[in-house]
């Protein structure tokens, strides 16, 4: 059983910042790969960035580029989310995921998510 949990969302305005936190517990796995989606009332999931967890090479979504900053922390097994300059249109769920070790595309473990609301 493995879990990742959110943590960080809340009400700003625009403009402001937020940091996302997302922290592992459960079965000990070796991550290649975590990563940060998005899911706004009815609209698709969208993909806002990744980071390699073995040499921490970084894909953000163009919309976020120069704003958004994600890292991670290889000892607390923890992902987190900058989020700068933040825009109404930002709001949404966001969601952390996970690549295992030896899979080769997607993710095999989902939090629950966040609450990220950016009022006018």
């Known amino acids: 059983q493995v879990q990742l949990d959110e943590s960080g969302g809340g009400l700003v305005q625009a403009g402001d910042s937020l940091r996302l936190s997302c922290a592992t517990s459960?079965?000990?796995?070796?991550?290649?790969?975590m990563a940060w989606f998005r899911q706004a009332p009815g609209k698709e999931r969208e993909f806002v960035a990744s980071?390699?967890?073995?040499?921490?090479?970084?894909i953000y979504t163009e919309s976020v580029k120069g704003r958004f900053t994600i890292s991670r922390d290889n000892a607390k097994n923890t992902l987190y989310l900058q989020m700068n300059s933040l825009k109404p249109e930002d709001t949404a769920v966001y969601v952390c995921?996970?690549?295992?070790?030896?899979?080769?595309?997607?993710?095999?473990?989902w939090g629950q998510g966040t609450q990220v609301t950016v009022s006018s």
């Open positions: 980071i390699s967890w073995i040499n921490d090479q970084t």
């Open positions: 459960g079965r000990t796995f070796r991550r290649s790969r």
């Open positions: 995921a996970a690549r295992e070790i030896g899979t080769l595309s997607g993710y095999n473990y």
